[in-house]
């Protein structure tokens, strides 16, 4: 947890006093030749600006070409010009990101404070670089890797400093920082590192023009790695938001269902075999993994329709023709409200197609034969079988025995022929009450349906 508020008030006076101690000693130990040549200085001025804006997050830490700027300042100018960069570049971050006034103090602290200590370690290492002779004679090995110290020592620095505001305003343990933040970027920081390195000395041994081209190319990078970054976290809020919706979806649908059970505990019974039955005959069938869930959740599914039927007819023994005509609506009503949601249209569409018939006597289509959706054809034989053997038919319990045979005799008029025979090769195999649910249990069970219908409910991003 954050620290007290003395301790963070406390903690914001000595960044104050970082600042300002940083500026007075980069105002004392500034030279005339260090603003020199002006090209130079105005074009780090300008990476540090605008590779600012270009900046990476990642994790709450900044990855920005801004960095090497600053190195490059330290290292061909001096501490007070990659100061006055430091600063510059952390006001014109600070206020278009609209940071509140403790952040705006950690930030010039930190970036005032590491380019002048990196500035003054290449100062006490190399000399005055500004002396002609000393860039021809030091030898270009030496320059980089004096170079690529000052960068790493300035980068743990810099992790440092931003570390310590994270720790007392934040209460984020440093440990945890170094572990999450520091060591994973470390490997990326090297290799820039090494690009400071390498720029540094392109510009003592070649000049300006090697240094401008490579610069324009590391912006190009860098502008391409931002793009990418932002593509990603595009994708991934994108994702999110799927994922979000296909939960609120499958939500919406047990909600429904489980109300409807509620009402009617024999069609949750029906709803719950006729599901588990659908993705075995699927499975017998050799269909696809995903093909399978589309008919084990338009299994459960199929009856939803029924839904907007009073519970006179839900309950009633004996039906009038006019009580038949609403039932008969009940998979086009389940078909429209399952459709609405994303992802849902194999679902949706073999819970309307249901009850056709392959001699394209059914309804409400008359789809003949393979016209009608394969999940649909699967959902009639295990709805059927399931009304004919289930205790709480209205037509009366058949035998398994009995239901087979009447499965069998109205294969190729009323049901796919193959699939009467895989139906009944598995019921054969495994015994015809192994995959039968006959009760509440059985209901909330095949109810949990989430992880087989997760693929149905992701909305499509294409």
Not at 180 to 198: C, K, M, S
Not at 269 to 294: F, K, N
């Amino acid at each position: 947890m954050p620290e007290s508020k003395l301790t963070r008030q406390l903690f914001w006076a000595a960044e104050a006093l970082l600042l300002a101690g940083a500026i007075a000693v980069a105002m004392l130990t500034s030279r005339a030749e260090d603003w020199q040549p002006l090209l130079l200085v105005g074009l780090l001025m300008a990476l540090a600006l605008g590779g600012q804006r270009l900046s990476i997050d990642i994790r709450g830490q900044q990855v920005t070409a801004a960095f090497v700027a600053l190195v490059l300042a330290m290292s061909l100018l001096g501490p007070a010009p990659a100061v006055l960069f430091g600063l510059a570049a952390m006001v014109l971050t600070s206020a278009t990101r609209k940071l509140p006034l403790d952040s705006w103090l950690n930030n010039l602290a930190t970036f005032a404070a590491f380019p002048l200590l990196g500035g003054l370690l290449v100062r006490a290492i190399i000399g005055n670089v500004h002396d002609p002779h000393l860039l021809h004679t030091t030898q270009s090995v030496e320059f980089g890797l004096v170079v690529f110290a000052v960068f790493m020592v300035t980068n743990a620095v810099n992790f440092l400093l931003v570390a310590l505001d994270n720790r007392v305003m934040q209460g984020r343990r440093l440990p945890s920082q170094v572990r999450d933040l520091f060591i994973p970027l470390l490997p990326g920081q090297i290799a820039t590192g090494a690009l400071a390195a390498i720029l540094a000395v392109a510009y003592t041994n070649l000049g300006f023009p090697a240094l401008l081209g490579a610069i324009i190319v590391l912006l190009i990078f860098q502008s391409l790695g931002v793009a990418l970054l932002r593509s990603e976290e595009r994708a991934d809020q994108l994702e999110a938001r799927s994922m979000h919706l296909a939960s609120l979806q499958l939500g919406v649908l047990t909600t429904l269902v489980e109300t409807l059970a509620l009402r009617d505990r024999v069609t949750a019974r029906h709803a719950a075999a006729v599901a588990r039955y659908a993705r075995a005959l699927a499975q017998e069938a050799g269909r696809s993994e995903s093909e399978q869930d589309i008919a084990h959740t338009a299994g459960l599914l199929h009856d939803i329709g029924k839904f907007a039927l009073p519970d006179r007819i839900l309950n009633a023994e004996i039906l009038s023709d006019e009580d038949w005509a609403l039932i008969r609506r009940h998979p086009q009503d389940g078909a429209t409200l399952v459709g609405r949601l994303d992802g849902y249209g194999p679902v949706a569409d073999a819970i309307l197609y249901h009850h056709e018939r392959v001699d394209g006597g059914g309804y409400p289509a008359g789809l003949i034969g393979n016209e009608i959706p394969l999940p649909s054809r699967i959902l009639a034989i295990c709805s059927a079988y399931d009304t004919m053997t289930s205790r709480d038919s209205y037509r009366g319990t058949k035998t398994p025995q009995d239901a087979i045979a009447e499965l069998r005799r109205m294969a190729g008029r009323q049901f796919d022929e193959e699939l009467v025979k895989s139906f009944v090769a598995m019921l054969e195999r495994e015994g015809p009450t192994k995959l039968a649910a006959g009760d509440d249990a059985d209901f909330e069970a095949e109810l949990a349906f989430e992880r087989r219908a997760r693929a149905i409910a992701q909305p499509t991003t294409s």
